[in-house]
């Protein structure tokens, strides 16, 4: 009888070490799971011709040069777009969009800005990605700074540089110009984080 506890007490103890190692992992999985940044599809700005809050002149036309990385998280076919937009009104400085900014919210942001704000430039990239691929796209364009920013006298509204994914649909006109239509990936619903800066306008 001695012998059959014994063994009991043998086969109790390595039970209940296999269970703290399985809760170990568990426990580490819990607190060692990957950010946001690493679960989403990410864009990065890795250079640029203007830096965040540069004051750009009213009514001047402007040449614009950004170079973004697109890290996938999964397989994404569509757009990349360069966009310089102008909100004509609200508190831009509140939006939050900086490079350095926690990319949660500014995505958030970037998706409020990019429904209510309007293109004065822009350049777009066909893109196709998958799981892991780090893709560095080189955007270039023009883009006209309006005479006035904002449109209620209020001194609100802003200027921003943005680059974002999305859906993109091409309108052939005859004896015109082809057209490309691109419907941005709402970040939440693709797992996508656009990325983005804040500028200024002077006179």
């Known amino acids: ?17 296999f269970l703290a190692a399985a809760l170990g992992v568990t426990l580490a999985g819990c607190f060692d799971a990957p950010k946001l940044e ?6 990065d700005i890795a250079g640029a011709s203007v830096q965040p809050f540069q004051s750009l002149t009213l009514g001047a036309r402007e040449s614009i040069a950004v170079s973004v990385d697109v890290t996938y998280r999964s397989i994404l076919t569509g757009f990349a777009v360069a966009d310089l937009r102008v909100l004509r ?16 919210p500014m995505a958030q942001s970037i998706d409020s800005l990019l429904a209510n704000s ?3 430039g822009r350049a777009t990239r066909a893109v196709t990605g998958w799981d892991h691929l780090i893709q560095r796209i080189d955007f270039s364009f ?33 004896g015109m110009a082809d057209s490309l239509i691109v419907t941005p990936f709402g970040s939440a619903e693709y797992m996508v984080l656009p990325v983005g800066m804040t500028l200024r306008t002077a006179p």
Do not use: K, Q
């Not at 009888?1 to 070490?17: E, I, P, Q």
């Not at 690493?38 to 864009?43: A, K, P």
């Not at 009104?89 to 949660?104: E, K, Q, Y």
């Not at 609100?156 to 993109?168: I, K, Q, T």
């Open 142 to 174: 023009g883009a006209n700074i309006p005479t006035v920013i904002d449109s209620t006298g209020g001194g609100g509204g802003g200027l921003f540089l943005v680059c974002y994914l999305g859906a993109g649909e091409e309108l052939r006109r005859l």
């Open 89 to 104: 009104t609200g508190n831009a400085g509140a939006m939050g969009i900086t490079p350095t900014a926690s990319r949660l």
């Open 1 to 17: 009888m001695r012998t059959l506890t014994g063994m009991g007490a043998v086969h109790g103890r390595v039970a209940a070490a």
């Open 38 to 43: 690493d679960r989403w599809t990410r864009v």
């Open 118 to 120: 309007e293109t004065v």
